[in-house]
């Protein structure tokens, strides 16, 4: 899993907006993650306020497929990539399928045939689609709010901004552009997530590539997904291993970043930072969303490196002390959570973040010790049944080297 993992950080590096006056970077991967942000957001819109049936495997899908491909076409300007798709559509595809071949390889090939029919097959996924493309120009929107309130007069600017209002208006008829267009609630908490583009990770240290926070929990979901996925695991749980490891760190948005040597320095510290966090959670961002799906927020965001199941018959939550006992609730009605294997995966994204930076010859105190540390506590480590030892050792570095 190496190859698609290196290349879910190499958004990190494409700047997006590069041809533009901008006061903040922008980079592809910050700006796939605020679209799955937004996705979720029209998605459920849709399923409350319209009964809609949404597909939530095909909308995941859909964003790690949309990731991809425009991670490998990301050097063509977008008015240029979408009259490309529309005229050459079938050649790009194809030579994405290419390149990527060796990745989609290591998911696996139902996963390499769904996202090989995801781009020929128009009518696959076809609301999802829809769905994700708002996403698209809702988060492109609100990066060009912050270049076009910088350089109202750089030529051609207005051109791009009435190209984007037109597509955002072409999908009114889904209740959530309406609702996000009012920029009221549903507004701010796309707003707020957007802010954890501009927190970025390990923000002691110089680093390269530098990852934001929401960039970071990006990857932790398409990890937590595609190992879910590897495993059979029933759709709800695959859903709700996406959105906890995609939610989990959005407590940050109020209490910014906090390593975990700060945390542990001080004896019960980290219980009062987790506890701050959840009140703040409760005051200033589920008010945000719609009633209806507080329940489900908190059941993400609280324990959430904790294994829990909630008892179909009563209701109640239950944690589940052992992996192998997570194998008896493998089913949609016990709306199952694996937090122990996303805690797994938030630290292995943060082991290739330190890895990453310290290879390309940026290296600080903190990113080595990070670096020893969790290569140490990873060795041999097996959770869900999935070899983190494993997965941890194509970027390991000798500690000879990080000594140097």
């Known amino acids: 899993m190496e190859k698609i993992i290196t290349r879910f950080f190499d958004a990190a590096n ?104 995801y781009f020929l097959d128009s009518q696959y996924a076809k609301n999802e689609k829809r769905i994700l493309k708002a996403a698209h120009y809702l988060a492109t929107n609100w990066e060009f709010q912050i270049i076009y309130k910088t350089c109202p007069d750089f030529y051609g600017i207005e051109k791009t901004k009435e190209s984007i209002e037109n597509e955002i208006e072409d999908h009114y008829d889904l209740i959530g552009v309406q609702k996000i267009s009012l920029k009221k609630k549903s507004y701010g908490f796309l707003d707020l997530c957007g802010q954890l583009r501009l927190q970025k990770r390990w923000a002691q240290s110089p680093r390269i590539p530098k990852t934001s926070v929401l960039g970071h929990m990006l990857i932790v979901a398409f990890l937590s997904y595609i190992f879910s996925m590897k495993q059979n695991f029933c759709d709800k749980r695959k859903y709700n291993n996406f959105y906890c490891g995609f939610f989990h760190d959005l407590p940050e948005v109020l209490t910014r970043d906090i390593i975990s040597p700060v945390k542990t320095s001080v004896p019960g510290l980290e219980e009062i930072i987790l506890e701050y966090e959840k009140i703040q959670l409760e005051n200033e961002i589920i008010p945000l969303l719609p009633e209806s799906w507080h329940r489900e927020i908190r059941y993400l965001l609280d324990n959430q490196f904790k294994n829990r199941i909630i008892d179909p018959d009563t209701g109640i939550l239950k944690f589940i002390d052992s992996d192998k006992g997570m194998e008896n609730f493998n089913r949609n009605e016990f709306f199952p959570v ?16 330190t890895s990453l930076s310290i290879k390309s010859g940026i290296r600080s105190k903190h990113l080595i010790e990070g670096h020893r540390s969790l290569k140490r506590d990873y060795q041999n480590k097996v959770i869900s049944n999935i070899d983190f030892g494993k997965l941890f050792k194509p970027f390991e570095i000798e500690d000879a080297l990080l000594d140097v």
């Open 14 to 117: 494409i700047q997006r907006w590069n041809d533009h006056v901008r006061p903040v970077e922008l980079t592809e991967l910050d700006k796939q993650a605020h679209k799955a942000v937004i996705s979720y957001i029209l998605a459920k819109m849709e399923e409350d306020a319209r009964n809609a049936e949404i597909d939530w495997i095909k909308l995941i899908e859909g964003s790690i497929f949309e990731f991809l491909h425009r991670v490998i076409l990301t050097d063509i300007k977008p008015m240029v990539f979408h009259k490309l798709m529309q005229e050459k559509g079938k050649e790009l595809n194809s030579w994405v399928f290419a390149k990527l071949e060796s990745e989609l390889y290591e998911t696996g090939e139902n996963f390499k045939k769904r996202f090989e029919l």
């Open 338 to 353: 694996d937090g122990k294997m996303i805690k797994g995966f938030d630290h292995l994204a943060a082991f290739v973040e």
